[in-house]
């Protein structure tokens, strides 16, 4: 494992597992519309500890890296402990591509195991989703050369494919922003099909009832339409941060960021303070602690002479975002979310933790419903002489309704 500079790419993915920062594949303007394949790159950023991102340490993982080179795969951190990334990557560029590589981030060895399940066709340019029962989501992307609306799902723990419904699905669409909502459901939004596509809309995933529902936004401004750019959950839950993309050529800088009000589905711009950087085009983006960090990706006018290839942008206040180039870690960055390739690092949904704070506080009342029948039997039993008091319901099995009631 060495220190190394990378080259700049977009079509990458970005995966987080405890606290490393893993960066696989992508694609790198040479000249004119050619793409030039990164090899077997693979690396990835520490953010255990703080960093400034005009001096980022990447470490060299290449030597152990099995996955020939690609880009536009999606993947996400799954398994059985939860800690295995999932790799799948279908394009029809490079034949020798498996469409599922695994990388145990504990053991460090990368596998191509068997997956049993319906015939998988090859898509590429999608989004990976991961949900709080560690099932994979893969939907829409390049089947061929044109795009798709079906949705795939790999378990990532039983290793089984399956395919969700159709019924009121999206358009066909590929390159859109996705990431997982609070409830385990999933919101998909813009994205290209034969053009970029309106936000004027904006699509939600159950992943327990396995049906669609589309939900219509307003707003004072509503984003342009755009692919390529990238979708995070705000650190309330309440709202979805979408950063640069695309629409015929590149955007600038006062049409990169925008928020949607989950609470409304209202679109707004939100204050922003700092060195504001060029928009991006096919990069990542993952929330890690109180920040949303942006990966790699494409600008004309940005490359790692002039810009950082890590972004920074301060979300822990809604009232102001800020640009920065300086990361503090929070008490434990591997609970916080990603999205645009990646999945969420937590095991259990808000819901489920409610669950168990409702659990937690029937058992702590039956506790004390039982202290308090003590208390009380004792104090019969000392004064029973006293008061005659004979009733044999109370003698340790069942107190009077008056007691109950109280």
């Given amino acids: 494992m060495t220190t190394f500079k990378p080259g700049s790419r977009y079509g990458h993915t970005a995966t987080l597992i405890d606290d490393k920062l893993y960066i696989l594949g992508g694609g790198q303007a040479s000249s004119g519309a050619t793409v030039e394949i990164f090899g077997t790159e693979f690396f ?47 394009e ?57 609306n079906d949705m795939l799902i790999l378990d990532t723990i039983n290793l089984i494919w399956k395919q969700g419904s159709l019924v009121n699905a999206p358009t066909p ?42 939900k219509t936004t307003s707003g004072a401004t509503i984003p342009t339409s755009r692919s ?46 700092g060195n504001i950087p060029n928009s991006r085009y096919q990069h990542k983006a993952n929330v890690i602690g109180k920040y949303m960090v942006v990966s790699f990706g494409y600008h004309s006018g940005y490359n790692n002479t002039n810009e950082s290839d890590i972004l920074l942008l301060d979300i822990s206040n809604n009232e102001e975002y800020v640009w920065t180039t300086i990361f503090e870690p929070t008490t434990s960055t591997s609970t916080t979310t990603t999205s645009s390739s990646s999945s969420t690092s937590s095991s259990k949904s808000p819901a489920m933790n409610k669950k168990n704070v409702l659990i937690g506080a029937t058992i702590g009342s039956l506790i004390g419903i039982v202290l308090l029948s003590g208390t009380i039997l004792h104090l019969y039993k000392r004064n029973k002489g006293e008061k005659g008091y004979k009733n044999e319901k109370y003698l340790g099995k069942q107190l009077p309704e008056s007691i109950i009631n109280s």
């Fill in 92 to 148: 029809n560029i490079n034949p020798e591509l498996k469409f599922i590589y695994t990388f145990d981030s504990q053991k460090k060895i990368w596998d191509t195991p068997p997956i049993s399940g319906n015939n998988v066709p090859k898509k590429d340019s999608l989004i990976g989703i991961i949900n709080y029962d560690r099932k994979m989501y893969l939907f829409g992307g390049f089947a061929g050369t044109f795009p798709s």
């Fill in 228 to 273: 390529g750019f990238s979708a995070v959950l705000g650190l309330d839950g309440q709202r979805i941060i979408i950063f640069g993309g695309r629409n015929i050529e590149d955007l600038n800088i006062n049409d990169a960021l925008y928020v949607l009000d989950l609470t409304k589905f209202e679109w707004y711009i939100p204050k922003i303070s």
């Fill in 44 to 90: 990835y950023l520490d953010v255990s500890g703080s960093f400034n991102t005009q001096k980022l340490l990447w470490q060299n993982l290449s030597n152990i890296n099995i996955v020939p080179s690609h880009s536009l795969a999606a993947s996400v951190k799954g398994g059985a402990n939860n800690d295995t990334l999932f790799l799948y990557t279908s």
């Fill in 173 to 214: 669409r590929t390159n859109y922003g996705a990431t997982l909502l609070p409830d385990n459901n999933i919101i998909y939004m813009g994205g290209y099909n034969s053009s970029d596509l309106s936000l004027n809309e904006v699509y939600v995933y159950n992943t327990t009832s396995d049906q669609w529902n589309t």
